[in-house]
């Protein structure tokens, strides 16, 4: 239904930013939802935040006042712009999108891509 590549990952410094890309195989206009989530090795993985349809964004705790997730409409692909990162942000960071058909709602999920930060 739809697939997602992830860029932007690497190894940065604490204090420093980092801006994650999701390419989208379809209009994003389409995607009912999509969203960032991330998570460290031994523990569940986690929201880090959403955007929907509308516009309307969540983010969690953790990372309200760093990190700020957009979109371009025109190159169907989502962002995520972190700034301030913290050691603690360390984790795969996966691309979500929610699509919904006939009633049901179909998770997708980018291959991942691997945010690092050095203490």
């Known amino acids: 239904q739809v697939q997602l590549v992830e860029s932007g990952g690497g190894l940065v410094q604490a204090g420093g930013s980092l801006r994650l890309s999701c390419a989208a195989s379809r209009s994003i206009l389409s995607i009912n939802t999509m969203g960032w989530y991330r998570q460290a090795p031994g523990k569940q993985r986690e929201l880090v935040a959403t955007i929907a349809w509308g516009g309307n964004t969540n983010y969690a705790d953790s990372v309200k006042g760093r990190f700020t997730i957009s979109r371009d409409n025109a190159k169907n692909t989502v962002y995520l712009q972190m700034n301030s990162l913290k050691p603690e942000d360390t984790a795969v960071y996966y691309c979500?999108?929610?699509?919904?058909?006939?009633?049901?709602?179909?998770?997708?999920w980018g291959q991942g891509t691997q945010v690092t930060v050095a203490s």
């Open positions: 979500n999108a929610v699509l919904v058909v006939n009633f049901r709602f179909n998770d997708y």
